[in-house]
T-cell receptor, first 113, second 116 residues
């Protein structure tokens, strides 16, 4: 079945350092979404990418969707302690979509002040 | 506050108990979802409802029984659960299932379930 793999699983950075998480799908995706889950919280939607090669920015966060629509990345510039949490990518397959989002395992970010 | 509420927030139950989880969304959405989140696995989609009709049953054991009486409410009825069913159960809603893609999902705070 369709799988969405996310790496790394964990990342510890010093405050001010950059951070990147990568998401790879075994099949072509129609879109990809990114969510953030704070410790003890629930996933909160960050952004959706739909177009091949699309790049979107939210302040210090940069999201990319690959040309083949099978991979995506989230890059955080100059991390802050408020960036702590688990970042999930989630995609739905391009063909026969039934509203099913497949989530990656998530990357848990720890930021040392 | 995302407009999706879940009760109870915490639940401890024995393997022979019957309990229900409740989800309510105040966003006017047409699609609702149940997910299971456990420590060592990614978010697992369990059920999808669109306009009160179940459109996805992701090979979930029959000890989990969903119910969607209207587009604002979703229940998950639990009976004879196993300890490995202990997890965070998240409800989500979206405007619709989407046309060729999946709409943004709004998650509730979850119910932390412990099965003894």
């Amino acid at each position: 079945g369709q799988q969405v793999m996310q790496i790394p699983q964990y990342q510890h950075v010093q405050e001010g350092e950059d951070f990147t998480t990568y998401c790879n799908s075994s099949t072509t995706l129609s879109n990809i979404q990114w969510y953030k889950q704070r410790p003890g919280g629930h996933p909160v939607f960050l952004i959706q990418l739909v177009k091949s090669g699309e790049v979107k920015k939210q302040k210090r966060l940069t999201f990319q969707f690959g040309e083949a629509k099978k991979n995506s990345s989230l890059h955080i510039t100059a991390t802050q302690t408020t960036d702590v949490g688990t970042y999930f990518c989630a995609g739905s397959r391009a063909a026969g979509n039934t509203g099913k989002l497949i989530f990656g395992q998530g990357t848990t970010l720890q930021v040392k002040p | 506050e995302t407009g999706v509420t879940q009760t109870p927030r915490h639940l401890v139950m024995g393997m022979t108990n019957k309990k229900s989880l409740k989800c309510e969304q105040h966003l006017g959405h047409n699609a609702m979802y149940w997910y299971k989140q456990s420590a060592k696995k990614p978010l697992e989609l369990m059920f999808v409802y669109s306009l009160e009709e179940r459109v996805e049953n992701n090979s979930v054991p029959s000890r989990f029984s969903p119910e969607c009486p209207n587009s604002s409410h979703l229940f998950l009825h639990l009976h004879t659960l196993q300890p490995e069913d202990s997890a965070l159960y998240l409800c989500a809603s979206s405007q619709d299932l989407g046309r060729g893609w999946t709409d943004t999902q709004y998650f509730g705070p979850g119910t932390r379930l412990t099965v003894l």
